[in-house]
């Protein structure tokens, strides 16, 4: 069974730059899903599928964060990774990461996806 965790500060202060990196066990990040991804969902709002990397480490970005947003993959250590620069308090959310079959930009529910984490509270503030 593939299994996520997120990790990373809980707190970013304005300006500065997220980051969360996704761990995966029981699976690898080049052989399991064809898309691993990350997913927010800010206080009372839905969730926003944000960007994600391939199996063969191809990158898809929502367009609406492309500029501010990297997401990048450490082989070895079975784990990917996302950067999002220049928050503001409006990138406070629960950050999710996710893999799947398919690329799943329109995102309902997790469970749209084969396997997500818990998820992570980011909050961004001065």
């Known amino acids: 069974q593939v299994q996520l965790q997120e990790s990373g500060p809980g707190l970013v202060e304005p300006s500065q730059t997220l980051s969360l990196t996704c761990t995966v066990s029981g699976g690898s990040i080049t052989t399991n899903y064809y898309f691993w991804s990350w997913i927010r969902q800010p206080p009372g709002k839905g969730l926003e599928w944000m960007g994600a990397?391939?199996?063969?480490?191809?990158?898809i970005y929502n367009p609406s964060l492309k500029s501010r947003t990297s997401i990048s993959r450490d082989t070895s250590k079975n784990q990917f990774t996302l950067q999002l620069s220049s928050v503001t308090p409006e990138d406070t959310a629960q950050y999710y990461c996710a893999g799947s079959l398919r690329l799943i930009r329109d995102v309902r529910s997790l469970s749209d996806f084969a396997s997500w984490g818990q998820g992570t509270q980011v909050t961004v503030s001065s």
């Open positions: 990397i391939g199996r063969s480490g191809t990158t």
